[in-house]
């Protein structure tokens, strides 16, 4: 039963994702600024396409520029930028949400306060996902990558550890072990300054 469940979680993810990017790459509906307008800070749309093409080189970037979808060990990854209000989001399909046990949802919330750190879990059109919200302008291509190891390796742990693999507040209900090896490696591909 739980391989079938994941069987159809990964083949609804799949369906979804392909027409969630192509929807949600319509956020942008207002043409974006100039390039130098929106550059408050030091990531930009066209630095964001680098980093995520060195991630994975086949990457798609959506018509609209805004969007991207690239796999990252063995997972979907999409990426969504919205220009008019300078935010950024990660998300990464996990499984079906339809059916989660009550304890399931407790025991996300409690990763979400101690050890999800800067990633989170949250349910969304019947899935739970890993998501990573950031304002855009000000995020750096460290942020970005680790914003990226995370997402992943909140999919990754989903019913064991409950981990970004970043580090663990402590404090609250968790007490898994850390999954920093993927975030290590990510952070190999950032440019030097």
């Given at each position: 039963?739980?391989?079938?469940?994941?069987?159809?979680?990964?083949?609804?993810?799949?369906?979804?994702?392909?027409?969630?990017?192509?929807?949600?790459?319509q956020?942008?509906?207002?043409?974006?600024?100039?390039?130098?307008?929106?550059?408050?800070?030091?990531?930009?749309?066209?630095?964001?396409?680098?980093?995520?093409?060195?991630?994975?080189?086949?990457?798609?970037?959506?018509?609209?520029?805004?969007?991207?979808?690239?796999?990252?060990?063995?997972?979907?990854?999409?990426?969504?930028?919205?220009?008019?209000?300078?935010?950024?989001?990660?998300?990464?399909?996990?499984?079906?949400?339809?059916?989660?046990?009550?304890?399931?949802?407790?025991?996300?919330?409690?990763?979400?306060?101690?050890?999800?750190?800067?990633?989170r879990?949250?349910?969304?059109?019947?899935?739970?996902?890993?998501?990573?919200?950031?304002?855009l302008?000000?995020?750096?291509?460290?942020?970005?990558?680790?914003?990226i190891?995370?997402?992943?390796?909140?999919?990754?742990?989903?019913?064991?550890?409950?981990?970004?693999?970043?580090?663990?507040?402590?404090?609250?209900?968790?007490?898994?072990?850390?999954?920093?090896?993927?975030?290590?490696?990510?952070?190999?591909?950032?440019?030097?300054?």
């Open positions: 039963m739980q391989t079938a469940r994941f069987v159809f979680a990964s083949l609804a993810c799949l369906a979804l994702g392909a027409g969630l990017l192509g929807a949600l790459a956020e942008d509906s207002v043409s974006p600024p100039p390039e130098a307008a929106i550059r408050l800070g030091p990531m930009t749309v066209e630095a964001m396409h680098e980093t995520i093409l060195k991630v994975d080189a086949e990457a798609v970037r959506s018509e609209a520029g805004n969007a991207w979808q690239f796999t990252l060990e063995a997972l979907q990854v999409t990426v969504v930028t919205d220009l008019s209000h300078d935010r950024m989001r990660i998300f990464v399909p996990i499984a079906p949400a339809d059916g989660l046990p009550e304890a399931m949802v407790r025991r996300l919330m409690q990763a979400n306060f101690d050890t999800a750190l800067d990633a879990y949250a349910i969304a059109q019947d899935i739970l996902w890993g998501t990573f919200i950031h304002p302008s000000p995020l750096t291509e460290r942020q970005f990558l680790s914003g190891g995370q997402t992943v390796n909140l999919a990754r742990t989903y019913g064991t550890t409950f981990s970004s693999g970043e580090l663990s507040y402590g404090g609250g209900d968790s007490q898994g072990l850390m999954e920093r090896e993927l975030i290590d490696r990510l952070l190999e591909k950032e440019t030097p300054i």
